[in-house]
């Protein structure tokens, strides 16, 4: 058995889960609602809404699908916890297991038990503690690790680096202009920086230290080396009591307008996908609405006429959902193309895209007929059909609107 609830609560929401004993599950849409969804039963969850906000208990598995644009605060997870595509502030406080992290905005997190990965995270990202170990790419802001327990890879990062690991890291950063790095590892140290890159750099480590395609190589055993590479406009300081080794590679520079695409992409693909499965689920629910109206109507002495006008009616709800479903499907593809186009051009338009346009108007179905109505009715009062069918059957003939 599942609960599901949909909430209309407006692009920019706050939501707050405040504790979930299994996983949890978060998913960005352009929607201006909030789906929540749990397989437990009913007792099992609780929302709170008012006007400041969404607030979820929930003592199974929860599924969320939140505005792009949502504020959200996760207090304490029992389980593993996976976020993808949310533009809002995240703030997350306990989780017993792992924390997934995709196309995300500004991040903090007190206590993760398990590992952390996080990829395409366009703001800043804090995390306090880590039990397990940490990975993380392409990120745009600030990233500062308080104490990483496991061992640390980093790789793209824009912004500014603070981390201390109990493991092993290893780290690409491209030292940009003002970029500040300091890491600091009780195991081994691998880090790679752009070959031309100008920085100061100052390394410590108990073991040996090696550098290596930076110009003069350099080694020391238990030991220490600073040194600068003009324009000195970064700065790279590693600590370890194991090795360290610094080696200058070849790094592709961070692309702004690339990292944005790429979450464009990603919403658009979500958008997408969610397009298709409620349009699967509108489709499969009219044709299951059509399979229980036919066994009931087979039950009954009715004016075959009758039978004949309502069969044709979810027929005819089944090819508007397949419709609707064909129209949204072209709209996400012309969108995509239109910003394959942009990125050919390497540049954007200073004009909004025109909307794509508008799709055949369709004929009017003919009106529910009073005769039709009261046979519905007289079903429900009979014991044939639920209230809740008996809704669900009126706004398919009425043409998808409550009569």
């Excluded at 003009?230 to 702004?256: C, K, W, Y």
Aim: glycine fraction near 8%; aromatic fraction near 2%.
């Amino acid at each position: 058995m599942s609960v599901s609830r949909l909430f209309q609560i407006g692009p920019t929401p706050t939501l707050i889960v405040r504790n979930v004993s299994g996983n949890l599950s978060v998913s960005g849409w352009d929607r201006p609602e909030v789906q929540v969804r749990t397989r437990g039963e009913a007792e099992d969850l609780r929302i709170e809404e008012n006007i400041e906000a969404l607030t979820i208990f929930c003592e199974e598995d929860l599924w969320l699908r939140v505005p792009v644009q949502s504020t959200l605060t996760i207090e304490k997870a029992e389980a593993n916890v996976s976020i993808n595509l949310l533009l809002g502030s995240l703030r997350i406080g306990s989780v017993e297991g792992n924390v997934s992290l995709h196309s995300v905005s500004a991040v903090e997190i007190d206590h993760i038990e398990g590992n952390l990965t996080a990829r395409l995270v366009a703001g800043d990202l804090h995390v306090h503690v880590v039990e397990g170990s940490v990975q993380i790419g392409k990120a745009a802001g600030d990233v500062q690790l308080d104490k990483i327990e496991g061992n640390l890879g980093l790789e793209e990062i824009g912004g500014d680096i603070q981390a201390r690991v109990e493991g092993s890291a290893r780290v690409r950063t491209p030292l940009a202009p003002g970029q500040q790095c300091i890491v600091q590892a009780e195991g081994n140290i691998l880090c790679e920086v752009p070959r031309d890159v100008g920085a100061v750099f100052s390394l410590k480590a108990e073991g040996t230290i090696r550098v290596t395609d930076l110009g003069e190589n350099h080694k020391v055993v238990a030991g220490e080396i600073v040194f600068e590479r003009e324009p000195a406009q970064a700065r790279l300081t590693l600590m370890a009591e194991g090795n360290i080794h610094l080696r200058g590679v070849q790094l592709r520079p961070i692309d702004e307008k690339e990292f944005v695409s790429t979450i464009e992409e990603e919403l658009t693909l979500r958008a997408a996908e969610l397009t298709q499965q409620i349009s699967e689920q509108i489709e499969a629910q009219v044709h299951e609405l059509a399979r229980q109206l036919d066994s009931r109507l087979a039950q009954l002495n009715v004016d075959e006429t009758l039978s004949v006008s309502i069969q044709e009616r979810i027929q005819a709800a089944m090819r508007r959902a397949e419709e609707r479903l064909t129209e949204a499907l072209r709209r996400m593809e012309q969108r995509t193309q239109e910003r394959e186009g942009r990125r050919r051009k390497g540049g954007w338009p200073s004009s909004p895209t025109p909307a794509a346009p508008s799709a055949p108007s369709r004929p009017k179905s003919s009106p529910l007929t009073e005769e039709e109505r009261m046979m519905i009715l007289r079903m429900v009062e009979q014991g044939k059909l639920s209230v809740e069918q008996a809704e669900q059957l009126l706004v398919a003939l009425s043409g998808g609107k409550q009569g």
